[in-house]
């Protein structure tokens, strides 16, 4: 089971680092990924680590160089660090792992997710 955390309500320009967690199991041979999805809006693809961490993928336009997907499987733990916040940025954020096998953004590949945390990027 997946739990994320992080979120909050900071001002634009602001960052913050979502964390998530397996509380059950390891994600050690799942990549992870982070979507979001603002009120009225499809959930939308973030970001994505491989198993390793030695292979990324972001978002183009939206987020790639602001935002940064890091993992320690050590601690069972995915980040996802943000920066220069804009309030488009606002939304709830999950946390997501899937087969190892899988590179890309499609999230309905991705078999497990968290309960969402909520970021508020205030103008």
């Known amino acids: 089971q997946l739990q994320a955390s992080g979120g909050g309500l900071v001002q634009t320009g602001d960052s913050l680092r979502l964390s998530c967690v397996a509380s059950e199991g390891s994600i050690g041979g799942y990549s992870m990924g982070w979507f979001r999805q603002a009120p009225g809006k499809e959930r939308e693809f973030v970001a994505y680590?491989?198993?390793?961490?030695?292979?990324?993928?972001y978002a183009e336009d939206s987020v790639k160089g602001r935002f940064t997907i890091s993992r320690d499987n050590a601690k069972n733990t995915v980040y996802l660090q943000m920066n220069s916040l804009k309030p488009e940025d606002t939304a709830v954020y999950y946390c997501?792992?899937?087969?190892?096998?899988?590179?890309?953004?499609?999230?309905?590949?991705?078999?497990?997710w968290g309960q969402g945390t909520q970021v508020t990027v205030s103008s």
């Open positions: 997501a792992s899937v087969d190892n096998s899988y590179f890309g953004r499609d999230s309905k590949k991705y078999d497990s």
């Open positions: 680590v491989r198993w390793s961490g030695g292979s990324t993928y």
